[in-house]
């Protein structure tokens, strides 16, 4: 079996989905009546992106486009917690 | 499959004109912050495909975390609202 | 080598299922009617759609020769993130809920059984317990049982 043909089959077939799932996401952000809905937008996306970015630095045969997967997946998650904390304490310290 | 990074890089950028569009006319402070995030992480996906991994680095860091973390201070020291014209 | 064959099949398999979720979760959190229901699909994507897929690439990555020696490394990026994902992903979103609930942004849909609901500090709790507090004299405490709808 060709490793390298039918991973790409994989990634076509999967990149396509992905691009419309993002556009579905985007979508809901701009929908969106209250900012919960954006940033739970926000938060959907960035980790899907994330993996998107894994799958397709597999693709281009590269280890630096890998690794700025962690670093998204990581920041993402902070919007969520200063958004919590300015919700319902008001205060924000950083 | 040359033809789907270009078409997946349109439809990325076109999505983060967009939103910092949406960002600049919207007067509830809180929201544009989400709306801006949601712009950086598009960008970030673009630059990705430019094959640029230093500047999704630096780009990540500054416009996901310490941007948005910075505006929410400021905006839990003032008001929240735009108010006048 | 059969077993990278076993390997590669099993990656690939979870990379396309895991697609296949992520679009599922983006159509429901695009027509679900209200917030909590759009939570429920927004964790399927982020643990199917996000963590399964990583992990699927994680395994093809051991296996694909035309990487070079590049692979393990790449798998362990892969892995890392995976595991990052499985425990952040549920942290976030249980936060964010707790903030809509407890913080009565929009409006609260129609619910069967609310059980939660007497876990509320009530307005005239809140308010003993700051009197209380401004009987003590010298201390300049705040008290720890503060929401910002209950402050006016």
Redesign the interface.
């Known amino acids: 079996?060709n490793?390298?043909s039918?991973?790409?089959n994989?990634l076509?077939?999967?990149?396509?989905?992905?691009?419309?799932?993002?556009?579905?996401?985007?979508?809901?952000?701009?929908k969106g009546?209250?900012?919960?809905?954006?940033?739970?937008?926000?938060?959907?996306?960035?980790?899907?992106?994330?993996?998107?970015?894994?799958?397709?630095?597999?693709y281009?045969?590269?280890?630096?486009?890998?690794?700025?997967?962690?670093?998204?997946?990581?920041?993402?998650?902070?919007?969520?917690?200063?958004?919590?904390k300015?919700?319902?304490?008001?205060?924000?310290?950083? | 499959m040359i033809e789907l990074h270009l078409i997946i890089l349109a439809i990325v950028v076109s999505f983060g004109f967009v939103f910092s569009y949406l960002a600049m006319k919207e007067h509830d402070l809180l929201k544009a912050l989400a709306l801006s995030s949601v712009q950086s992480t598009f960008f970030a996906l673009g630059f990705y495909i430019l094959a640029a991994p230093d500047i999704v680095l630096a780009y990540l860091a500054i416009a996901v975390g310490a941007y948005t973390a910075l505006i929410i201070l400021a905006i839990s020291k003032t008001e929240r609202y735009e108010v006048g014209e | 080598m059969i077993i990278e064959e076993a390997v590669f099949v099993i990656g690939s398999i979870a990379i396309l299922l895991g697609a296949i979720y992520d679009l599922i979760a983006a159509i429901g959190l695009l027509r679900f009617p209200d917030f909590y229901m759009r939570t429920h699909a927004a964790t399927v994507g982020t643990i199917g759609g996000a963590a399964l897929p990583v992990f699927g690439a994680g395994l093809v990555a051991l296996v694909y020769h035309p990487l070079g020696s590049q692979r393990f490394f790449m798998a362990g990026i892969a892995f890392t993130v995976g595991i990052l994902i499985l425990i952040i992903a549920p942290t976030g979103s249980h936060s964010l809920v707790s903030a809509v609930y407890f913080g009565k942004v929009g409006k609260k849909p129609k619910l069967v059984v609310d059980q939660l609901e007497e876990d509320l500090p009530k307005r005239s709790d809140v308010a003993e317990l700051v009197r209380e507090h401004e009987e003590l004299p010298g201390e300049e405490e705040e008290p720890k049982f503060f929401f910002r709808g209950m402050k006016r």
């Open positions: 079996m490793f390298e039918v991973f790409l994989v076509y077939f999967a990149a396509v989905i992905y691009t419309f799932a993002f556009v579905l996401y985007g979508i809901r952000a701009i009546p209250t900012t919960a809905d954006i940033i739970l937008a926000v938060d959907c996306l960035s980790f899907d992106m994330a993996a998107f970015m894994v799958v397709l630095g597999i281009f045969k590269s280890i630096m486009l890998a690794s700025g997967a962690i670093i998204l997946s990581l920041w993402a998650f902070m919007l969520d917690i200063y958004y919590t300015y919700v319902l304490y008001g205060e924000v310290e950083v």
